[in-house]
C-alpha cells in the first residue's frame, strides 16, 4: 500500500482541488456535500443549492461560464443560500442519487434537506435569477412544497416479490428501450449485455435482433479517424455529440465483445480495436490507468470553426490545431470497466495485448488505491491533474463507496477467470468483504452506497446493489461461500423496490442481468490437474472461449472432484453436473446444455 496514503488516512488529511472560480473573491462560496454544510444550513435557516456534474460535461461548463459567474447570481447565492457542489464521479454516491437529471443536476432544498424543486440542464442568468428569487420568496413565506420526484431514500423493508416476477418486469422495461432505438446516449453496458444474454440463454430471437440493430448502429457512433465511441447521438446513430466520456469505452469494449462472440461479425472486433487504439493513444497514464473524459472542446480554436467542424478534418488536419481538453482525473470505478471491457475483448479475439493492458491498470489501482481494510479508493490527486483547469470541487478524502467495490469486483473476477493467477482472486475476496463490512444493512439487507455521513436522504442505489449482487454471487460460486450468495439475493430484494423500479425501471440493465444471472444460475467450468499440464491449460482456454456471461472458470485441486490419469473438467451447476471432460473441443457442446436455448 502506498505508504503517502497510509499516512495521509491516519491523519484524517484532505486536500481540496478548487474549480476555476469557485471560492474565488467575489465568486459563489462553493461547499463540499458534508454534514457541516447541512448543519449550516438548519441552523442559519438558509436554503440548499446543489450543483452536480462533471468534467466532461458541456452544459455544466456553459452554466459556470455564463450563469455561475454572473454578478447578481452570485449575490443572490452567497446571500441566501448554503451552495454545495459535487463531481458525479469523484462522488459515485451523489452522482447516482441525481442522475434522474442529468447533468448538470440543480436541486433546491429547505434548510431541513427536504427538495423543493430539481431540474436538469444549465440555465441562463435570467432564468436561474427567476428561480432562486421565486424559492426565496417561498420561503420567507413558508410556501414551499416538497418535490414529489425528489431521490427516494433506503426501501423500509425487503420486497417479497418471486425474483422471476421482477426478472419478467424488468424484461418488458428493457425491451421498451430497444425496440425501435436509433440512438441515445451509450454510457452502460449492462442493458444490451442484458440483451445478449437472454439470447444466449433462452434462444430468445427478438432480443437477439435488437441487441444486433443496436450493435450495428453503434460502430457508426465511433470515430473513424482517431478511433473511440462518441457518447450520445440524436435521432440518428451518426448525429453524434462529439464528446468522448470513459463510460462509453468501457461500455463499447464489452458489448463489442460479447457480440463478436456471440456472431462472429468481423465489424465488431474492429470496433474493439477502434476504441483500444483511442484509449492507448490519448487517454492513458503513464502508469497504465485512464483518465475519466475529453470534451467537445478545443483550446484555441479559430472562430470561424466549430467542433464539428473540427472533427470532420483528417488526422493531420486535427493535429495542426491542437488535441481537445482531456480531463486527467483517474476514477476507479469507471477504470474498473474498461479493465473488465478489456478482459472481455481477450475472451473473444484472443488478442494477448487486451489482457496486458487490462493486468497493468488492474495491477496499478490495486498497488496505489486498495487500502489495508480492503476497499479501493476511488480518487487520488496526481500530477497529471496539475494542468487542468477544472470547474467542480475534488477532494482525496479517502471514502468507500459501493459503486467502486462492485465494479472493481467484477474486474477482478474476470481476471480471474482468464488467468488462473490467484493473486486476482485474493483481491477479490478482501473487497468483497470490506464490501459487506463497509455497506452492509444486516436488519434488512441490501447495501448503502457510501458510508453515513451524516446528511440526508441515505439510500441504497439500485444498480450499484445490482452489480454488488453480481459480484458476491459469482465470488460465492467460486468460494463456495454461501453468506456471499445470500447477501446477493437479500441485496437485490432490499433495494428493489416498487418505487425505485419504476423510477429506473428503463435504465436498471445492472438489475437485469443480475435477475437473469440468479435465476438461470451459474456455470461453474472446474479443472482438476496440474497447472503446469499443458493439458489443464487447454482445457481451462477452451472454458474461457465460451460465450458464457454466468460462468466461472478456474482450477482445483481433487477433492469435490476425483483427480484422474489426466486432468479433467467438470461443468455445474447447483443442479447438474457434467460427465468429466477430456478434450477441449468437447467443452463448447456440453456448455450449451445449460442454457435453456432449446426448451
Not at 488516512?9 to 472560480?21: E, H
Request: charged share 25%.
Amino acid at each position: 500500500m502506498n505508504k503517502n496514503l497510509i499516512l495521509s488516512l491516519a491523519m484524517g488529511l484532505v486536500t481540496t482541488y478548487l474549480p476555476l472560480q469557485a471560492w474565488a473573491d467575489g465568486g459563489i462560496r462553493w461547499q463540499n456535500w458534508s454534514s457541516e454544510a447541512f448543519t449550516e444550513a438548519r441552523e442559519n435557516n438558509k436554503l440548499i443549492l446543489i450543483n452536480v456534474g462533471h468534467e466532461g460535461c458541456t452544459a455544466c461548463r456553459f452554466m459556470e461560464k455564463n450563469t455561475f459567474s454572473n454578478k447578481s447570481v452570485i449575490e443572490l447565492v452567497n446571500n441566501n443560500f448554503v451552495a454545495i457542489q459535487v463531481d458525479s464521479e469523484a462522488r459515485p454516491d451523489i452522482g447516482e442519487r441525481y442522475s434522474d437529471w442529468a447533468w448538470p443536476a440543480n436541486a433546491f432544498m429547505q434548510p431541513d434537506g427536504t427538495q423543493v424543486l430539481a431540474f436538469a440542464g444549465s440555465r441562463r442568468p435570467d432564468k436561474y435569477l427567476t428561480v432562486l428569487n421565486k424559492l426565496i420568496d417561498g420561503h420567507r413565506t413558508d410556501t414551499l412544497q416538497a418535490d414529489e420526484l425528489a431521490p427516494y431514500g433506503a426501501a423500509q423493508s425487503p420486497a417479497t416479490t418471486e425474483l422471476t416476477v421482477l426478472r419478467d418486469e424488468l424484461r418488458e422495461l428493457q425491451d421498451d428501450v430497444f425496440r425501435n432505438k436509433k440512438g441515445g446516449v451509450f454510457e452502460n453496458a449492462e442493458p444490451l449485455r442484458h440483451l445478449l444474454l437472454r439470447s444466449h440463454l433462452y434462444g430468445d430471437a427478438e432480443a437477439k435482433r435488437m441487441a444486433i440493430a443496436t450493435l450495428d448502429g453503434l460502430t457508426q457512433q465511433l470515430d473513424s479517424i482517431w478511433g473511440g465511441m462518441f457518447y450520445v447521438s440524436f435521432g440518428n446513430w451518426d448525429n453524434v455529440v462529439v464528446e468522448k466520456r470513459m463510460e462509453s469505452q468501457a461500455a463499447a469494449l464489452q458489448v463489442f465483445a460479447e457480440g463478436y462472440q456471440l456472431t462472429g461479425n468481423p465489424a465488431y472486433s474492429d470496433a474493439i480495436n477502434s476504441v483500444h487504439r483511442y484509449l492507448t493513444s490519448f487517454m492513458r497514464s503513464k502508469e497504465g490507468s485512464f483518465f475519466a473524459n475529453q470534451q467537445d472542446r478545443v483550446i484555441g480554436l479559430p472562430d470561424n470553426m466549430d467542433i464539428d467542424d473540427y472533427y470532420a478534418l483528417d488526422d493531420n488536419g486535427r493535429r495542426q490545431l491542437g488535441i481537445p481538453v482531456i480531463d486527467h482525473t483517474v476514477y476507479t470505478d469507471v477504470n474498473a470497466r474498461v479493465i473488465l471491457g478489456y478482459v472481455m475483448a481477450f475472451e473473444a479475439t484472443g488478442n494477448q495485448t487486451y489482457l496486458e493492458v487490462a493486468i497493468t491498470a488492474a495491477k496499478h489501482l490495486i498497488d496505489k488505491r486498495q487500502t489495508s481494510n480492503g476497499w479501493m479508493i476511488q480518487f487520488l490527486p496526481g500530477t497529471d491533474l496539475s494542468s487542468d483547469q477544472r470547474i467542480h470541487v475534488l477532494t482525496d478524502k479517502a471514502v468507500p463507496y459501493l459503486r467502486t467495490q462492485s465494479d472493481f469486483g467484477l474486474a477482478l473476477l474476470s481476471l480471474y477467470n482468464v488467468t488462473a493467477d490467484p493473486y486476482w482472486k485474493r483481491s477479490a475476496i478482501q473487497l468483497a468483504d470490506a464490501l459487506k463490512r463497509e455497506f452492509e444493512d444486516t436488519k434488512q439487507g441490501g447495501f448503502y452506497g457510501a458510508p453515513d455521513d451524516g446528511t440526508p436522504g441515505r439510500r441504497k442505489p439500485l444498480e450499484d446493489n445490482a452489480a454488488a449482487a453480481r459480484f458476491l454471487f459469482l465470488l460465492g460460486v467460486l468460494e463456495k461461500n454461501d453468506e456471499y450468495r445470500a447477501s446477493a439475493e437479500r441485496a437485490i430484494r432490499a433495494s428493489a423496490s416498487p418505487e425505485a423500479v419504476k423510477r429506473e425501471g428503463r435504465i436498471t440493465g445492472d438489475l437485469a442481468m443480475a435477475l437473469e444471472t440468479i435465476t438461470a444460475g451459474y456455470v461453474e467450468f472446474s479443472v482438476v490437474g496440474d497447472i503446469n499440464d499443458p493439458r489443464t491449460e487447454a482445457l481451462l482456454q477452451a472454458g474461457r472461449r465460451v460465450f458464457e456471461p454466468r460462468k466461472i472458470v478456474h482450477i482445483e485441486s481433487a477433492g469435490r472432484y476425483p483427480k484422474r490419469t489426466a486432468p479433467a473438467m467438470y461443468i455445474c451447476n447447483d443442479e447438474t453436473c457434467s460427465m468429466p471432460l477430456f478434450k477441449p473441443a468437447a467443452v463448447a457442446k456440453q456448455a450449451k446444455q445449460f442454457t435453456y436455448a432449446d426448451l
